[in-house]
């Protein structure tokens, strides 16, 4: 790495500052900083010689602050570094993530109010991290930031795979355009959701995944989000320029801010093989290490659960529709008249466990089991579930010791209605009735408006509870699910008990109307880059009109998607979301949902283009065994892949569910086929996926009498 | 009481619409309710055949509802009953108290909405009770009230003794004037404040003290605020017609409602007599019976503290000044610098303990014992205070230890610096930790501006949270303080433990700068009209600069008046706030408030008038022993008060405690004379009284050897 360089300027005209230079253990990015005239910090990142990020403006705008942080610095320190470590996360992808950068700190110093702040630069063979850090000194305590001036100028028009920006949602479908054409279609993008609220007609959400026209892949993200408001991006759309744009608090505030502290950091991941970024662990690598010491409770599961029949509407959360509102502990449940539809009652439930017990999944998820459901949207209500309270048909301690006799494990719910303080009120009593229950995960959800009234999910106070939830959690052992919460930023490095979040447009939405076919072909570029999320796959019946005849919905995916889906959409948490008696209809194709691994000590990502397809391998934690999957977007197209990825010298059967001919999501999605090859780590596999179809192949090492009956690839 | 009767429109216009009245049991008072045109609700008060409140309108303006809950209405059901119960108080100023009132209750249907509203009316002798009710019903289930819009329509333009309305404080000196010169006085009563936000130039704040020019005195308030926003009122100084005006939240709305619910009680106290005002019982008769029922851990208490030193800054809050800001469990304290000013240290507080043991008081209360208060306020500090880690030179055992072997109870200090999302997060850590350490009573404190940021003290948000916290220490058998809250409206009928609030400006502000000296003469009129204040009297250096020579602050009132307040400013805690040498120096005075009582069987109010002088007789729970207290003014006067409350044919020696004839609060505070005389229930004082002075007498039975030595009165 260089250190001082006089260098000219990168805006064109000449500046006697000190420029800094930053490249990747490969050599392959270059990170450029300096000041510009008038003490302004700038960044800039080239790879392979092609522009990725042009000279972009770094700071922070301070609220009642005549200077802010983004002027009038001196270079008034550097250090460089190095570090190259592998480490082990408790579940993953991979068995080991190697951790290795290279860093530059720059000390600023503000000449006028001697303040102080650091930009730390971190460069990975796959991007740039970077943050702000303010150390403790006497010139700047508290202080509050009214805007964060980070930028990001892109070098062209790119294709972007992006969603409108948003305080409170990211469920809305992503949009596929030239970053030009962002204001005139950001409108349509927002489609109705229970909490939102947009901020600028060029605002889209990270990560941000695009495309450029000279074959680079670029994802703008953070990472370690903590004791701040989430990042947006604001595009100046006349020079694409990307700007930091941080969710304001009810005041219009956008951060409190007491040194020592830093910003959370802002990635820039690049390669022109667009696997690189879905295999890239540089988020987790940004994050700190794991503080939590006994990690033993922490474990990946599939699971079945009493939802998808209230998501389609076949059956119901709430218990009675017998009263025009429910206040707890002054409705007498007891003597309401139920309405025959509520699907969490206690033989519902068993059926479940007798399910998950049968084909080996390892919990039951049930929603919908505690007093409060009948109105608990739509009214901003305060005191709106108590989270320890069950109806009368659910019975707790029939259930768990059914489970327990069955070797299942129970996944609570909390559903906080975004009524946070309720939830902080009864949050110990809640988790301790969690243990006492036989409970260790649970999904927690915060459906509608925020109460605080006026904050948004996506606020610095909100980022704040969340992790409180979650820190919480662990010091009860228990390991957190968080939908509607801010989208991951890598936490799960820090606190593995986070084993999921939705914050994205998950499965149910093929229940409210239908995803894009190619939505799970962008997933993992965007939503996934932070950590991984609870998709709820599996779906087996597309026409929701059979599970309710008033639901006209369609799920846009054919079954071999859905089984791919285990595989592309990498999680801890699995759900085969379907009902059982759909899975029962569906036996040879169920197989594949019953045998795959939830756990990887590694993963192959064998092709990826963003919003078309993604193809992956993975090997199974523990018995090493072999899966792979492949979704496809709009396009019939086939897959080409090679299976280099299985050991040299071994015969595998491997079984291969695949697309039927004439698949296609919309007109003829549950035709499939199964077939079982012999193969090896020499043999290549080309494969016709259907318009919103995929394939998914389970490995065994082959034995004589497997050899005997099969044919080879 | 009469039913229904057609009755000439209220306003000069005839209207077929069915009027109501409500007498008191004396008959003195009448009230009466109609619609008027459109089936709008009015209200009326009559005294004596003095109009107390012209017609008034009643009901509420509700958010995004064309009709509101304002007209429209009919008249579907009326029931009238009686009440007459006595009940005993925990502690109180009187043994038993009689609950007796006519009741009528009005159900009006809205017409076009079909919903429905009870207004109902309770009447005492001494004044009117009335609220609003939304039962269960299909067509009103969540709403939201945009403003509540009761009237109190003036007869005339009365003089009122006021403080302006403000979301955030209560801490002003009050002013007397006239009605229509509230405008032009606002802006000056605003003095500054930690945390002030004023709403409207004609805004006073409840309760509210008027005096009418045909002899009636009149008090506005409300009751039994639980889940509502705090009511101001709002003067319309053209027709003298107030106004509720509700705190609003955040976005602006007043209130989030669910039916079936209550609004609180507004009440209007009326009487000839100012010291009927002062007697009356309304505010707790209207509120619930007692809901704890186990009570023998509520105890009033006579202590002292480490307080004043820091409030007169002569010692700190704050342990070191050597950090330029502390964040909780980062900064490590034990290697700090100590400032050598820090109050709460454990050598100060057990010279407190000592000091209280030999003194016969009952608790030790210590602020700045808990890390944290260096940077306390000012910042909107979120992760403030932890409320359970003390400084290094606080030992929570030593003390606990020592406290218990003099038999004394210390008493716990949460300051929560307004950020309530914080001490909620801690309560019941903070709880558990007092009652491990031997703390039973807390002062709570919410000083600043409030976090969530954006919301006001006064908003529903924080009255709920002030109940939450009270609620939730009445689990832990914990007896609360707080200052800054919303000021009580009788809930400590429903809750003993609530033994104390400020709200009100109370004695530190005469080391802030002073406040008038007839303040303590206004606040039993006003503040304590819902509860007692912890008005921490007892200060006998008025010199505040003789305790830190930077501080040039006087204290208005001369010991006389001090003494007095133990009797005036009822409260069942009562501090002798000021230093112990300094009590030293008047050892004779000081003996007063050793003997006083802190809880009582009787009062009886002497002499009374807001703004000038009360004089008040108490006889003491368990001992009978009488006292008596009066406090003056801005003008010498002579109190003339008969001892007519003694017992019958018996001999009392009093031990008058008074002014000297040259003491004056300004300029000679500390001159009094005590003398010893003998009295019976026949006897009678004309005692002179200073400026800012009054006088405190102590009564016990004489025997043969007193009243050998004394003369008679």
């Given at each position: 790495m260089k250190k001082l360089i006089l260098i000219a300027c990168l805006c064109g005209c000449l500046t006697i500052a000190k420029a800094q230079q930053l490249k990747s253990p490969d050599g392959k990015l270059t990170m450029t900083f300096a000041l510009e005239d008038g003490g302004k910090p700038r960044y800039s990142l080239v790879y392979k010689n092609k522009d990725v990020i042009k000279p972009s403006k770094l700071g922070l705008e301070l609220k009642d602050d005549k200077k802010s942080l983004l002027s009038d610095f001196t270079v008034t320190d550097t250090k460089t570094s190095s570090f190259d470590e592998n480490w082990k996360p408790v579940w993953g992808e991979v068995k080991t993530i190697r951790n290795h950068y290279n860093e530059l700190a720059v000390t600023l110093t503000q000449k006028e109010t001697n303040r102080i702040m650091i930009i730390r630069f971190r460069m990975f063979n796959e991007g740039l991290g970077f943050r702000y850090e303010f150390p403790a000194q006497k010139n700047l305590t508290y202080f509050i930031v009214k805007e964060e001036k980070t930028q990001f100028a892109m070098a062209g028009d790119h294709t972007a795979f992006w969603i409108a920006g948003d305080y409170d949602t990211q469920e809305y479908d992503y949009t596929t355009s030239k970053l030009s054409e962002i204001r005139s279609l950001a409108a349509k993008n927002r489609k109705e959701n229970l909490s939102q609220t947009s901020f600028s007609p060029t605002g889209v959400q990270t990560s941000l995944m695009m495309k450029t026209s000279n074959g680079l892949y670029i994802n703008l993200h953070e990472a370690a989000l903590i004791n701040y408001a989430c990042m947006h991006l604001n595009l100046d759309d006349k020079n694409m320029i990307f700007e930091s744009w941080l969710t304001p608090d009810v005041k219009g505030d956008k951060g409190y801010m007491q040194a020592p502290a830093n910003s959370p950091w802002r990635t820039v991941m690049v390669s022109d093989d667009a696997r690189d970024i879905l295999a890239s662990k540089m988020t987790y690598n940004l994050n700190d290490p794991g503080k939590i010491e006994d990690t033993s409770w922490i474990k990946p599961i599939k699971y079945v659960g009493v939802w998808w029949e209230m998501i389609t509407g076949k059956s119901t959360w709430a218990y009675t529709d017998e009263y025009p509102s429910v206040q707890l502990g002054i409705t007498d449940y007891s003597k309401a008249r139920p309405n025959g539809k509520h699907g969490a009652n206690t033989t519902n439930v068993k059926k479940y466990i007798d399910f998950a017990a049968k084909n080996g999944f390892g919990g039951v998820l049930v929603e919908g089991w505690n007093e409060g459901w009948e109105d608990w949207y739509g009214h901003s209500k305060d005191y709106v579930f108590d989270f320890v309270t069950p109806y009368p048909d659910f019975n707790v301690s029939e259930i768990r010791d059914y489970a327990k006799s069955k070797g299942i494990k129970m996944i609570m719910h909390h559903e906080t209605s975004g009524s946070v303080r309720n939830y902080e009120?009864?949050?110990?009593?809640?988790?301790?009735?969690?243990?006492?229950?036989?409970?260790?995960?649970?999904?927690?959800?915060?459906?509608?408006?925020?109460?605080?009234?006026?904050?948004?999910?996506?606020?610095?106070?909100?980022?704040?509870?969340?992790?409180?939830?979650?820190?919480?959690?662990?010091?009860?052992?228990?390991?957190?699910?968080?939908h509607e919460a801010v989208r991951p930023t890598g936490i799960a490095r820090t606190y593995p008990n986070l084993i999921g979040n939705e914050s994205a447009r998950g499965t149910e939405y093929q229940a409210f109307g239908g995803s894009k076919p190619n939505h799970v072909t962008v997933l993992p570029f965007t939503r996934l880059i932070g950590g991984p999320m609870d998709y709820t796959p599996g779906i087996f019946e597309m026409d929701i009109s059979k599970l309710n005849p008033a639901n006209h919905s369609h799920v846009n995916s054919t079954i071999a998607n859905q089984l791919a889906l285990y595989l592309t959409m990498y999680s801890p948490l699995q759900m085969a979301a379907d009902l059982p008696e759909n899975y029962e209809r569906f036996p040879d194709a169920f197989q594949f949902i019953k045998d795959v691994a939830v756990d990887w000590d590694d993963s192959q990502y064998l092709e990826a283009e963003p919003g078309q397809y993604i193809t992956v391998a993975r090997m199974a934690k523990g018995t090493g065994q072999w899966f792979a999957g492949s979704v496809n977007g709009d396009n019939s197209r086939i897959s080409n892949i090679s299976f280099s990825f299985l050991a040299p010298g071994r015969t595998y059967e491997a079984t291969i569910y695949a697309d039927a001919k004439d698949a296609h999501y919309k007109t003829n999605p549950q035709a499939y086929t199964v077939r079982k090859v012999l193969v090896t780590n020499k043999s290549k596999l080309a494969q016709l996926c259907a318009p919103g179809g995929g394939y998914a192949i389970s490995f065994k090492i082959a034995n004589q009498a497997t050899v005997k009956g099969l044919k080879k690839l």
């Open positions: 009120r009864h949050i110990d009593t809640a988790y301790k009735f969690m243990k006492a229950n036989g409970y260790d995960a649970v999904k927690s959800g915060y459906v509608g408006n925020i109460l605080p009234r006026g904050e948004n999910h996506y606020s610095q106070w909100l980022i704040n509870h969340y992790q409180y939830a979650l820190e919480k959690a662990a010091e009860y052992k228990i390991m957190v699910n968080a």
